[in-house]
């Protein structure tokens, strides 16, 4: 099946520093979306972005499908970002009713 | 505020009880799903309801027994769990157009289910 690689796994960051989030994927997609789980463990929708830019705010998502790859950039970061980071895709190629995910990204932010 | 409803919130059972995890969307989706979730771990797929049928299964243990009543709900029925069962089940829901759901999905808060 599809892989889905994100990186970094952990990421610690000071209130009000800028990162960037990364998503690399083994196959085409037709569906990728973002989720941000919070320490309580709702999983909130962020983007779904499968091509194409797209901004909300202080987050926006980059995903260039040809290469395979999707950013996620989160600026000017608060406490309440704190939380993993998913990124999930559907195979276009394969099991196209499945949302693999990655291992996400643990984001820490310090006050 | 989430657009899919799950209920309870968290659940304690015995192995030896039966219980039903219930999930609801008014959104007019027609796909919805069911996943686990352990802890640290990124959610994994059960179940797959397309138009109140059973579409997918990903070779889940008979002691988990989904049922979808109609286009709104969906139930997830347990029976005789065992303690590695315990986790977070997460509900979630999307449109279905055509052969693929490659419709973004909407997840529901999860019940956090501890087997005693």
């Known amino acids: 099946g599809i892989q889905v690689e994100q990186s970094p796994p952990d990421l610690i960051l000071q209130e009000g520093a800028n990162s960037t989030l990364r998503c690399n994927f083994s196959d085409s997609v037709n569906n990728l979306q973002w989720f941000h789980q919070n320490p309580w463990g709702q999983l909130i929708n962020l983007f779904y972005?499968?091509?194409g830019t797209k901004q909300n705010g202080r987050l926006s998502a980059t995903t260039v499908a040809t290469e395979r790859y999707s950013l996620l950039y989160i600026s000017s970061s608060q406490t309440t970002d704190s939380g993993v980071y998913f990124c999930?895709?559907?195979?276009?190629?394969?099991?196209?009713?499945?949302?693999?995910f990655g291992k996400g990204t643990l984001l820490t932010v310090n006050p | 505020d989430t657009e899919v409803t799950q209920t309870p919130k968290h659940l304690v059972m015995g192995m030896t009880n039966k219980k039903s995890l219930k999930c609801e969307q008014h959104?007019?989706?027609?796909?919805m799903y069911w996943y686990k979730q352990k802890a640290k771990k990124p959610p994994e797929l059960m179940f797959v309801?397309?138009?109140?049928?059973?579409?997918i299964n990903e070779s889940v243990p008979s002691r988990f027994s989904p049922e979808c009543p109609n286009s709104s709900l969906l139930n997830l029925h347990l029976h005789a769990l065992q303690p590695e069962d315990s986790a977070l089940y997460l509900c979630a829901s999307s449109h279905s157009r055509g052969q693929g759901f490659d419709e973004p999905q909407h997840f529901g808060d999860g019940t956090r289910l501890s087997i005693l």
């Open positions: 309801y397309s138009y109140e049928k059973l579409s």
């Open positions: 972005i499968p091509s």
């Open positions: 999930a895709v559907t195979n276009s190629g394969g099991s196209n009713y499945k949302l693999t």
């Open positions: 959104m007019g989706h027609r796909a």
